[in-house]
């Protein structure tokens, strides 16, 4: 069991940054690919980023190319998202995510451990 533990959230202004952490419990990150996801009220949870196990080989949702970056750290065992020109329409839960299935993986289903969110608000 992987347990995942998100901070780094808050209130910011339109155009504004934030960076996000993930780091596990009791465990390594090496094994895993991990994702980055958000969810907005009345909206289903929606893939954000996800990086490679090995390679570092990321991609990123259409929505967020060129203003968000993944990146993780096997030393220090933590997967980063690094928000730039943040918008309105960024505002949600952001959830990080792990999983061992190989490959380029943006549904919610391949990813069985996940963090208890961290909330991200954008003001205009």
């Known amino acids: 069991q992987v347990q995942l533990v998100e901070s780094g959230g808050g209130l910011v202004q339109a155009g504004g940054s934030l960076r996000l952490s993930c780091a596990p419990s009791g465990r390594t990150l090496s094994n895993y690919a991990m994702g980055w996801f958000r969810q907005a009220p009345g909206k289903e949870r929606e893939f954000v980023a996800t990086i490679s196990r090995s390679t570092g080989t990321t991609y990123y949702a259409d929505s967020v190319k060129g203003r968000f970056t993944i990146s993780r750290d096997n030393a220090k065992s933590t997967v980063y998202l690094q928000m730039d020109t943040l918008k309105p329409e960024d505002t949600a839960v952001y959830y990080c995510?792990?999983?061992?299935?190989?490959?380029?993986?943006?549904?919610?289903?391949?990813?069985?451990?996940w963090g208890q969110g961290t909330q991200v608000t954008v003001s205009s």
């Open positions: 995510a792990a999983t061992m299935v190989p490959g380029i993986r943006t549904t919610p289903g391949n990813y069985p451990y």
